[in-house]
């Protein structure tokens, strides 16, 4: 496997790309007749020079591979953590939120479609350095960094490059991820990622097949490997009516995820809203969301969520021990309650939350 310099950059001149800056890619084999194997996601495209991979931003040019949006940003925000979400990591924070073009999956239900679809041409790309995205992070007074609003998996060495960075300077670093990177990615990232924001989008290969050009496993092994590199890891299921939300899928997936990634996982079951290619079928009932939750507690889930409800009470964080409320949530906003650190002010049950960055700056 080729680990080639992350600092090279050139000026790439194919007609598709003019002027983007480029910048040589991790991960990939060069194979015979300049064509190159991408390793950085589970799709592992075999791309002929002068072509792209599936995610359609790394890109073969003469027998190398391009990672072509190093350092380009379609959107930039400030957000309230619980935006990705993430309900139990540095809570109550900002996270300073990058997003770039493209994406390795072709959800038909996409809410991000305008950039995960987007061509460079559309896209009105922006230049930002690592080093100026971290100053940035700090200036806004973020706890955080976030790569999210497309798939960040893609984009590998600008978020390896920029975390690295950030985790010096004593900020939180979050994926907001389909979770189809590779274990030789993710192991690459562990060093400096500290959350694991994950979609398990279904809880079937048909679906992931069909629905989003992808397989249900390497999700579930990506999850599996962030927990066990020491990320904190919470899911998010899109609860879709007739396509997902079937009771028997719904207990499988939540014992799966009791099983291997523990059952103080925080999940997030969201409402669905018709979108991109799939407007066929109405809104997700409040009501199917707090059954799945309901059952997950039964199944032995310490905190289950609703999600894309405004102002439910399942949004809060309650003790899985004496019920009482930790912390309130209203919106993106949150309040801390009942929550004493990593304890429960009420009776002292231990609660898994992650409050403060780990210190790596020596
Ligand atoms: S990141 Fe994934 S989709 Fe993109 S080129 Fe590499 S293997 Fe293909």
Known sequence: ?????????????????????????????????????????NHRCTIQEGKHGICGVRLNENGTLY???????????????????????LPGTLSYSLGSIGCNFHCQHCQNWHISRASFEDAALRSLSPEEGVRRALATGSASIAWTYNEPAIWHEYPLDMGTLARRKGLGTVY??????????LRELAPMLGAYRVDIKAFTDDFYKKVCGARLQPVLDSAMLARELGMHVETVTLVIPGLNDSKEEMEALIRWVIEHLGPATPMHFSAFHPDYKMTDRGATPAATLEKICNRAKDLGLRFPYVGNVYNHRYENTYCPACGATLIERQGFSSTIRKLDGQQCANCGEKIEIVRHVPDTSS
């Open 1 to 41: 496997m080729k680990e080639t310099n992350p600092g090279k950059i050139k000026n790439y001149k194919n007609h598709h790309y003019s002027g983007v800056l480029m910048h040589e890619a991790r991960l990939y084999q060069k194979l015979e007749n300049n064509t190159v194997k991408c390793a950085l996601c």
């Open 176 to 185: 907001v991820t389909n979770g189809y990177i590779t274990e030789e990615g």
């Open 67 to 89: 990672a072509a949006t190093y350092g380009k940003i379609s959107s930039e925000a400030v957000d309230p953590i619980e935006k990705k979400p993430l309900f139990h990591y």
